[in-house]
Protein backbone atom coordinates (compact mmCIF):
# COMPACT_ATOMS: atom_id res chain seq x y z
CA UNK A 1 0.00 0.00 0.00
CA UNK A 2 1.47 3.46 -1.27
CA UNK A 3 0.11 6.41 1.03
CA UNK A 4 0.31 9.97 -0.25
CA UNK A 5 -1.20 11.74 2.27
CA UNK A 6 -4.81 14.00 2.33
CA UNK A 7 -7.65 13.76 4.91
CA UNK A 8 -7.39 10.09 5.37
CA UNK A 9 -3.51 10.63 6.83
CA UNK A 10 -4.91 13.63 8.85
CA UNK A 11 -4.76 14.53 12.57
CA UNK A 12 -4.33 17.91 14.62
CA UNK A 13 -1.45 19.66 14.59
CA UNK A 14 0.10 21.70 17.15
CA UNK A 15 -2.87 24.31 18.53
CA UNK A 16 -1.27 27.34 16.82
CA UNK A 17 -1.77 26.35 13.21
CA UNK A 18 -5.36 25.02 14.36
CA UNK A 19 -7.27 22.26 12.00
CA UNK A 20 -5.76 18.90 10.96
CA UNK A 21 -2.88 17.98 8.32
CA UNK A 22 -1.58 14.99 6.43
CA UNK A 23 1.02 13.98 9.30
CA UNK A 24 0.01 9.62 9.26
CA UNK A 25 2.02 7.36 7.39
CA UNK A 26 1.25 4.04 5.73
CA UNK A 27 2.32 2.17 8.47
CA UNK A 28 -0.01 4.09 11.02
CA UNK A 29 -3.01 3.78 8.55
CA UNK A 30 -2.16 0.09 8.70
CA UNK A 31 -1.49 -0.48 12.33
CA UNK A 32 -5.09 0.27 13.24
CA UNK A 33 -6.82 -1.81 10.84
CA UNK A 34 -6.45 -5.89 12.68
CA UNK A 35 -8.98 -7.13 10.11
CA UNK A 36 -5.65 -6.99 7.26
CA UNK A 37 -3.76 -9.02 8.17
CA UNK A 38 -6.68 -11.39 7.70
CA UNK A 39 -7.12 -10.34 3.91
CA UNK A 40 -3.60 -9.91 2.89
CA UNK A 41 -0.03 -9.44 3.50
CA UNK A 42 0.46 -5.31 3.43
CA UNK A 43 3.67 -3.50 2.62
CA UNK A 44 2.83 -0.04 4.21
CA UNK A 45 4.46 2.72 2.06
CA UNK A 46 4.70 6.44 2.44
CA UNK A 47 5.01 7.84 -0.74
CA UNK A 48 4.09 10.92 -0.02
CA UNK A 49 2.59 13.13 2.59
CA UNK A 50 0.70 15.89 1.43
CA UNK A 51 -2.48 17.29 0.78
CA UNK A 52 -3.72 16.25 -2.56
CA UNK A 53 -4.20 19.23 -4.35
CA UNK A 54 -0.06 19.69 -3.96
CA UNK A 55 0.75 16.07 -6.13
CA UNK A 56 1.80 17.10 -9.37
CA UNK A 57 2.11 14.87 -12.66
CA UNK A 58 5.79 13.67 -12.19
CA UNK A 59 5.01 12.71 -8.51
CA UNK A 60 1.88 10.15 -10.32
CA UNK A 61 4.36 9.43 -13.00
CA UNK A 62 6.89 8.23 -10.31
CA UNK A 63 4.58 6.43 -8.00
CA UNK A 64 3.15 4.25 -11.46
CA UNK A 65 6.66 2.82 -11.95
CA UNK A 66 6.54 2.00 -8.12
CA UNK A 67 3.81 0.31 -8.32
CA UNK A 68 5.07 -1.48 -11.29
CA UNK A 69 7.87 -2.46 -10.00
CA UNK A 70 5.89 -3.73 -6.83
CA UNK A 71 3.90 -5.73 -9.52
CA UNK A 72 7.37 -7.19 -10.78
CA UNK A 73 8.51 -8.22 -7.31
CA UNK A 74 5.38 -10.63 -7.12
CA UNK A 75 2.43 -7.97 -5.49
CA UNK A 76 -1.22 -9.28 -7.09
CA UNK A 77 -2.26 -5.77 -6.48
CA UNK A 78 -1.75 -2.42 -5.09
CA UNK A 79 -3.96 0.17 -2.72
CA UNK A 80 -3.09 4.09 -3.02
CA UNK A 81 -4.17 6.11 -0.56
CA UNK A 82 -4.55 9.94 -0.86
CA UNK A 83 -7.23 13.00 -0.39
CA UNK A 84 -9.90 12.89 -2.21
CA UNK A 85 -9.76 16.45 -3.82
CA UNK A 86 -7.75 15.42 -6.73
CA UNK A 87 -8.38 11.57 -6.34
CA UNK A 88 -10.02 11.14 -9.35
CA UNK A 89 -7.21 12.48 -11.54
CA UNK A 90 -4.78 10.58 -9.60
CA UNK A 91 -6.83 7.39 -10.35
CA UNK A 92 -7.60 8.29 -13.90
CA UNK A 93 -3.39 9.34 -14.35
CA UNK A 94 -2.62 5.49 -13.15
CA UNK A 95 -4.73 3.73 -15.26
CA UNK A 96 -3.15 5.53 -17.94
CA UNK A 97 0.31 4.73 -16.91
CA UNK A 98 0.19 1.76 -15.48
CA UNK A 99 -0.10 -1.20 -18.08
CA UNK A 100 -0.36 -4.25 -15.88
CA UNK A 101 -3.21 -6.47 -15.53
CA UNK A 102 -2.97 -6.53 -11.48
CA UNK A 103 -5.60 -4.27 -10.10
CA UNK A 104 -4.89 -0.78 -8.60
CA UNK A 105 -7.18 0.67 -5.82
CA UNK A 106 -7.42 4.44 -4.96
CA UNK A 107 -8.99 5.02 -1.60
CA UNK A 108 -8.94 8.00 0.79
CA UNK A 109 -11.46 8.95 3.38
CA UNK A 110 -13.65 12.01 3.91
CA UNK A 111 -13.51 12.58 7.36
CA UNK A 112 -10.51 12.51 9.37
CA UNK A 113 -9.36 10.24 12.26
CA UNK A 114 -10.10 12.97 15.00
CA UNK A 115 -13.91 12.81 14.38
CA UNK A 116 -16.46 10.17 15.77
CA UNK A 117 -17.06 8.48 12.66
CA UNK A 118 -14.06 8.45 10.45
CA UNK A 119 -14.51 6.43 6.84
CA UNK A 120 -10.71 6.19 5.87
CA UNK A 121 -10.24 2.22 7.83
CA UNK A 122 -13.08 0.86 6.15
CA UNK A 123 -11.91 2.32 2.64
CA UNK A 124 -8.29 1.00 3.34
CA UNK A 125 -10.00 -2.59 4.46
CA UNK A 126 -12.48 -2.38 1.51
CA UNK A 127 -9.91 -1.45 -0.95
CA UNK A 128 -7.35 -4.19 0.58
CA UNK A 129 -10.23 -6.92 -0.47
CA UNK A 130 -10.81 -5.85 -4.11
CA UNK A 131 -7.06 -5.22 -4.81
CA UNK A 132 -6.57 -8.86 -3.52
CA UNK A 133 -9.52 -10.29 -5.47
CA UNK A 134 -8.43 -12.24 -8.76
CA UNK A 135 -12.20 -10.58 -9.99
CA UNK A 136 -10.53 -7.35 -10.56
CA UNK A 137 -7.83 -8.23 -12.47
CA UNK A 138 -7.97 -6.49 -16.27
CA UNK A 139 -10.18 -3.92 -14.88
CA UNK A 140 -7.47 -1.15 -14.56
CA UNK A 141 -7.48 1.13 -12.27
CA UNK A 142 -10.50 1.70 -9.97
CA UNK A 143 -11.56 3.59 -6.89
CA UNK A 144 -13.14 2.07 -4.12
CA UNK A 145 -15.19 4.48 -1.28
CA UNK A 146 -18.56 3.47 0.52
CA UNK A 147 -18.26 -0.64 -0.11
CA UNK A 148 -18.65 0.55 -3.86
CA UNK A 149 -15.91 0.20 -6.59
CA UNK A 150 -15.57 2.93 -9.68
CA UNK A 151 -14.09 2.73 -13.14
CA UNK A 152 -11.14 5.16 -12.76
CA UNK A 153 -12.19 6.61 -16.24
CA UNK A 154 -15.64 7.28 -14.89
CA UNK A 155 -15.45 8.55 -11.28
CA UNK A 156 -16.04 11.65 -10.28
CA UNK A 157 -15.81 13.55 -6.52
CA UNK A 158 -19.46 15.19 -6.44
CA UNK A 159 -20.01 16.55 -3.47
CA UNK A 160 -17.96 18.51 -0.68
CA UNK A 161 -18.43 16.73 2.59
CA UNK A 162 -21.09 13.64 1.78
CA UNK A 163 -19.37 9.86 2.40
CA UNK A 164 -21.02 8.94 -1.16
CA UNK A 165 -19.55 11.73 -2.83
CA UNK A 166 -17.62 9.24 -5.48
CA UNK A 167 -20.08 8.69 -8.26
CA UNK A 168 -19.76 6.93 -11.60
CA UNK A 169 -22.44 9.42 -13.59
CA UNK A 170 -22.28 7.72 -16.47
CA UNK A 171 -22.80 4.22 -16.26
CA UNK A 172 -22.48 4.02 -12.17
CA UNK A 173 -19.94 1.47 -10.28
CA UNK A 174 -18.54 -1.54 -11.62
CA UNK A 175 -19.63 -3.21 -8.44
CA UNK A 176 -19.44 -3.37 -4.58
CA UNK A 177 -18.50 -5.19 -1.08
CA UNK A 178 -20.32 -7.09 0.83
CA UNK A 179 -20.13 -8.99 3.46
CA UNK A 180 -16.72 -9.00 3.34
CA UNK A 181 -17.27 -10.28 -0.58
CA UNK A 182 -16.12 -8.51 -4.01
CA UNK A 183 -19.05 -8.28 -6.53
CA UNK A 184 -18.16 -6.58 -9.74
CA UNK A 185 -21.52 -6.82 -12.12
CA UNK A 186 -20.22 -5.01 -14.84
CA UNK A 187 -16.75 -4.90 -16.51
CA UNK A 188 -14.80 -2.47 -18.47
CA UNK A 189 -12.06 -2.82 -21.13
CA UNK A 190 -8.93 -1.94 -21.58
CA UNK A 191 -7.75 1.09 -23.61
CA UNK A 192 -4.51 1.97 -26.02
CA UNK A 193 -1.32 2.29 -24.28
CA UNK A 194 0.16 6.00 -24.60
CA UNK A 195 3.45 5.20 -24.71
CA UNK A 196 6.49 5.71 -22.38
CA UNK A 197 6.33 8.67 -20.07
CA UNK A 198 9.34 10.06 -18.85
CA UNK A 199 10.19 11.21 -15.08
CA UNK A 200 10.35 15.06 -14.62
CA UNK A 201 8.41 17.84 -15.76
CA UNK A 202 5.07 17.10 -18.04
CA UNK A 203 3.84 19.76 -20.48
CA UNK A 204 1.36 22.61 -19.15
CA UNK A 205 -2.38 21.75 -20.45
CA UNK A 206 -4.77 24.35 -19.77
CA UNK A 207 -8.03 23.62 -18.34
CA UNK A 208 -10.81 26.26 -19.30
CA UNK A 209 -14.56 25.74 -18.66
CA UNK A 210 -17.02 27.76 -20.53
CA UNK A 211 -19.68 29.81 -18.94
CA UNK A 212 -22.25 32.32 -19.66
CA UNK A 213 -21.10 35.34 -21.94
CA UNK A 214 -17.95 34.51 -21.98
CA UNK A 215 -15.45 35.77 -24.52
CA UNK A 216 -11.80 34.49 -25.77
CA UNK A 217 -9.08 37.18 -23.63
CA UNK A 218 -8.06 33.92 -21.51
CA UNK A 219 -7.76 31.63 -24.72
CA UNK A 220 -5.61 34.37 -26.37
CA UNK A 221 -3.37 34.33 -24.09
CA UNK A 222 -2.69 30.55 -23.46
CA UNK A 223 0.24 30.21 -26.22
CA UNK A 224 2.06 33.16 -24.80
CA UNK A 225 1.87 31.89 -21.31
CA UNK A 226 3.49 28.91 -22.49
CA UNK A 227 1.09 25.96 -22.49
CA UNK A 228 1.71 23.36 -25.11
CA UNK A 229 -2.67 22.15 -24.95
CA UNK A 230 -5.92 22.91 -24.21
CA UNK A 231 -8.92 21.65 -22.97
CA UNK A 232 -12.08 23.25 -23.34
CA UNK A 233 -14.87 22.39 -21.14
CA UNK A 234 -17.71 23.79 -23.16
CA UNK A 235 -21.32 23.51 -22.61
CA UNK A 236 -23.68 20.87 -22.74
CA UNK A 237 -22.35 18.54 -26.04
CA UNK A 238 -19.40 20.89 -26.87
CA UNK A 239 -20.78 24.01 -27.85
CA UNK A 240 -19.25 27.39 -27.27
CA UNK A 241 -20.06 30.84 -27.42
CA UNK A 242 -20.03 32.41 -31.75
CA UNK A 243 -17.39 34.72 -30.59
CA UNK A 244 -14.63 32.47 -29.32
CA UNK A 245 -14.53 30.47 -32.00
CA UNK A 246 -11.67 32.03 -34.42
CA UNK A 247 -9.52 31.73 -31.20
CA UNK A 248 -10.44 28.23 -30.82
CA UNK A 249 -9.46 27.69 -34.45
CA UNK A 250 -6.45 29.62 -34.49
CA UNK A 251 -4.90 28.16 -31.28
CA UNK A 252 -6.01 24.43 -32.90
CA UNK A 253 -3.83 25.57 -35.70
CA UNK A 254 -0.45 26.15 -32.66
CA UNK A 255 -1.41 22.73 -30.45
CA UNK A 256 -4.07 20.22 -29.47
CA UNK A 257 -7.23 21.71 -28.76
CA UNK A 258 -9.57 19.24 -26.82
CA UNK A 259 -13.27 19.42 -26.81
CA UNK A 260 -14.87 18.17 -23.86
CA UNK A 261 -18.53 18.57 -21.89
CA UNK A 262 -18.56 20.76 -18.76
CA UNK A 263 -21.56 18.69 -17.54
CA UNK A 264 -19.44 15.86 -16.24
CA UNK A 265 -21.27 12.70 -17.92
CA UNK A 266 -22.19 11.52 -21.17
CA UNK A 267 -20.10 12.00 -24.39
CA UNK A 268 -19.39 14.49 -26.44
CA UNK A 269 -21.33 14.71 -29.60
CA UNK A 270 -20.24 14.54 -33.07
CA UNK A 271 -22.95 15.32 -35.72
CA UNK A 272 -25.89 16.52 -34.51
CA UNK A 273 -25.52 20.49 -34.01
CA UNK A 274 -24.71 22.82 -37.02
CA UNK A 275 -24.62 26.61 -35.72
CA UNK A 276 -20.79 28.39 -35.19
CA UNK A 277 -19.47 27.06 -32.11
CA UNK A 278 -21.46 23.98 -32.11
CA UNK A 279 -19.44 20.25 -32.49
CA UNK A 280 -19.84 19.68 -35.63
CA UNK A 281 -17.93 23.24 -36.86
CA UNK A 282 -15.61 22.84 -33.87
CA UNK A 283 -14.69 19.63 -35.17
CA UNK A 284 -14.42 20.10 -38.92
CA UNK A 285 -11.67 23.48 -37.16
CA UNK A 286 -9.30 20.93 -35.64
CA UNK A 287 -10.51 20.78 -32.30
CA UNK A 288 -10.37 16.64 -31.03
CA UNK A 289 -12.95 15.18 -29.15
CA UNK A 290 -12.85 14.12 -25.33
CA UNK A 291 -15.47 11.90 -26.34
CA UNK A 292 -16.64 10.13 -22.87
CA UNK A 293 -13.33 11.78 -21.00
CA UNK A 294 -14.41 14.69 -18.33
CA UNK A 295 -12.36 18.12 -18.74
CA UNK A 296 -10.21 17.08 -16.08
CA UNK A 297 -9.31 13.35 -17.39
CA UNK A 298 -9.33 14.90 -20.95
CA UNK A 299 -6.44 16.98 -19.31
CA UNK A 300 -4.52 14.20 -17.71
CA UNK A 301 -4.06 12.11 -20.93
CA UNK A 302 -3.33 14.50 -23.44
CA UNK A 303 -0.47 16.03 -20.66
CA UNK A 304 0.76 12.44 -20.71
CA UNK A 305 0.43 12.08 -24.39
CA UNK A 306 2.84 15.67 -24.69
CA UNK A 307 4.86 14.73 -22.85
CA UNK A 308 5.81 11.11 -24.73
CA UNK A 309 7.22 13.81 -27.32
CA UNK A 310 4.22 13.78 -29.48
CA UNK A 311 3.18 16.88 -30.74
CA UNK A 312 0.90 18.65 -32.97
CA UNK A 313 -1.02 16.50 -35.34
CA UNK A 314 0.83 13.69 -33.67
CA UNK A 315 -0.78 14.21 -30.24
CA UNK A 316 -3.75 14.88 -31.43
CA UNK A 317 -3.80 11.79 -33.47
CA UNK A 318 -3.11 10.03 -30.59
CA UNK A 319 -5.34 11.62 -28.22
CA UNK A 320 -8.07 10.23 -31.01
CA UNK A 321 -6.81 7.21 -31.00
CA UNK A 322 -7.27 6.31 -27.27
CA UNK A 323 -10.29 8.11 -26.99
CA UNK A 324 -10.94 5.73 -29.40
CA UNK A 325 -10.39 2.27 -27.63
CA UNK A 326 -12.07 3.52 -24.77
CA UNK A 327 -14.81 4.29 -26.59
CA UNK A 328 -15.13 0.64 -28.37
CA UNK A 329 -14.06 -1.56 -25.05
CA UNK A 330 -16.63 0.43 -22.64
CA UNK A 331 -19.56 -1.64 -23.42
CA UNK A 332 -20.17 -2.91 -19.52
CA UNK A 333 -21.06 -6.70 -19.62
CA UNK A 334 -22.86 -8.64 -16.53
CA UNK A 335 -20.62 -11.06 -14.95
CA UNK A 336 -21.29 -14.62 -14.62
CA UNK A 337 -24.75 -15.11 -12.94
CA UNK A 338 -22.49 -17.00 -10.24
CA UNK A 339 -21.85 -13.80 -8.62
CA UNK A 340 -25.35 -14.20 -7.77
CA UNK A 341 -25.52 -17.93 -6.33
CA UNK A 342 -22.76 -17.43 -4.40
Request: charged share 20%; net charge negative; with cysteine.
Given at each position: MYS?????AST??DA??G?????L???D??AV?P?L??V??VTA????????GD???A????L?RA??Q?F?S???G?????G??T?E???F?????????Q?V?V?GA?R?S?????DG??NV???V???AS????G???LV??S??????R???K??????????????G?????VE??VR?????G???D??T?P???????????????D???M??Q?AS??YAG?V?E?????HV?A?????LE??A????V??A??????????????F??S??D???R???S?????G??A???L?????????G?N???A?E??V????S??????TS?QM?LD
Amino acid sequence: MYSLGGTIASTKSDASTGGVTPQLGAADLVAVIPELSDVADVTAVTFRQMPSGDLTFADLVELARAIEQSFDSGADGVVVTQGTDTLEETAFALDVLVRRPQPVVVTGAMRNSTVASPDGSANVLGSVRVAASPDAKGLGTLVVFSDEIHAARFVRKTHTSSLATFRSPTCGPLGWLVEDRVRIALRVGGFADVGTVPTGDVPAVALIKCSLGDDARMLEQLASLGYAGVVVEAFGGGHVPARVVASLENLAARMPVVLASRTGSGEVLNETYGFPGSERDLLSRGLVSAGMLDGPKARVLLSYLLSTGAEGSNARAAFERVVASLSSNDVATVTSTQMFLD
